[in-house]
């Protein structure tokens, strides 16, 4: 296929779901997290199939987000991460969970489900056990219980935490220390509560490195997607979007020809360039250009020369035998977005969401 396409192989999305699946202590729920367009992916697509193949539930960061998978059939319950007075009115409509996540937050939602003659209406309580991101302090609970007490229209659902270094092995004490803070905040506000909301607070990298903390839930993303944040269980997996585009033309430049906007790449020798149609308003960051980031033809590397335009961006193939027409790969099963991403000192997260929505996706099943 002769464009930029962002090709998504829904039989990798369930090799990967049915590996993570096998790392979950029994009874374990999974929760998928779909959020930003699912990791650049299809967050509908994707949902769809693991709906399908049964999972527990599904977790946006947006209100938006949600409703976006509503509108597409998506059944199963949703909670929206990162919930803003601005759409708890989506959220309701929506039938989407949000989390609260703090006293703001909280009294917002519960005033605002009641004006909406709502009962026991699904929410989540997320709590900062180190993050310090999002989330209720532990020295928050007693507050927290005080209001439950006081009102039908909402009914917490779980209880989650979220870890900040679970895939860094020199970070174990501090990650312990986390699932030590969760655990006792969740066993003060289950020993007060007459009815039992459930647990979660492993990301992928958590269900690979502490298995004890696994509680009722996890809520996997990147491992989904095929990535494992290490080579280890990145063997184990398989990436599910794959990058390709293809070569729009070939020059040969002579010594001393620039190439690119703000002639920022100049010719030593004579050289073979190639266009190709993807640039920074595809997500290929202009951090790329001037021989940091390379794109793949014919299984060679290719150096990206100059500076990325916004539709976008040449290359040198002198050493590589190819032709206008022919395939590229940004990042696929065998070019690791994790590679690539390194070179800009970045992760396998920010190449794959940075996709644009211009990007054509094209499903694989
Ligand atoms: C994005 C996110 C996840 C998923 O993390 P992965 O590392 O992609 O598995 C889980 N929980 C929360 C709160 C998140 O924001």
């Known amino acids: 296929m002769g464009v930029t396409r962002l090709e998504i192989d829904l039989k990798a999305l369930q090799h990967n779901y049915t590996y993570l699946r096998s790392k979950l202590s029994k009874n374990v729920k999974m929760m998928g997290v779909v959020k930003a367009f699912g990791y650049g992916s299809d967050a509908c697509e994707v949902a769809l199939l693991l709906e399908e193949l049964g999972i527990d539930y599904f977790a946006v960061a947006y209100a938006y987000e949600g409703k976006a998978l509503r509108k597409a059939g998506v059944k199963s319950r949703i909670l929206v991460?990162?919930?803003?007075?601005?759409n708890f009115h989506m959220i309701i409509k929506h039938c989407l969970e949000p989390s609260l996540y703090s006293p703001r937050v909280f009294k917002g939602f519960s005033a605002f489900a009641k004006a909406q003659h709502q009962q026991n209406y699904p929410v989540h309580l997320k709590f900062n056990t180190g993050l310090n991101r999002l989330g209720f302090w532990e020295n928050d609970t007693q507050w927290i219980l005080e209001q439950l007490k006081e009102t039908h229209?909402?009914?917490?659902?779980?209880?989650?935490s979220h870890l900040a270094a679970s895939e860094d092995l020199k970070e174990q004490e501090f990650t312990k220390n986390q699932i030590a803070r969760f655990t006792k905040i969740a066993s003060t506000l289950l020993n007060s509560l007459d009815y039992t909301p459930f647990l979660h607070q492993s990301n992928t990298s958590a269900i690979i490195n502490y298995p004890e903390a696994q509680f009722d839930m996890v809520r996997t993303g990147i491992g989904l997607y095929g990535y494992g944040n290490t080579p280890e269980e990145d063997a184990k997996l398989q990436p599910v979007s794959s990058l390709k585009s293809v070569i729009s033309q070939i020059h040969t430049i002579e010594p001393g020809e620039t190439v690119g906007y703000n002639r920022a790449y100049k010719a030593s020798d004579y050289q073979k360039t190639a266009t190709i149609?993807?640039?920074?308003?595809?997500g290929i960051s202009r951090a790329y250009g001037n021989g940091v980031g390379y794109v793949t033809i014919h299984g060679k590397k290719a150096p990206i020369i100059g500076n990325v335009?916004?539709?976008m961006l040449m290359v040198n193939v002198t050493d590589i035998n190819c032709k206008e027409g022919d395939?590229?790969?940004?990042?696929?099963k065998h070019v690791s977005a994790v590679d690539v991403s390194a070179t800009i000192h970045s992760i396998s997260y920010e190449l794959l969401t940075a996709v644009s929505q211009r990007v054509k996706r094209v499903i694989l099943r």
């Open 81 to 86: 991460l990162h919930p803003q007075p601005d």
């Open 153 to 160: 229209a909402i009914k917490v659902t779980s209880i989650f």
């Open 277 to 282: 149609p993807i640039g920074h308003a595809d």
């Open 309 to 311: 335009c916004m539709d």
């Open 327 to 332: 395939e590229v790969v940004i990042f696929d």
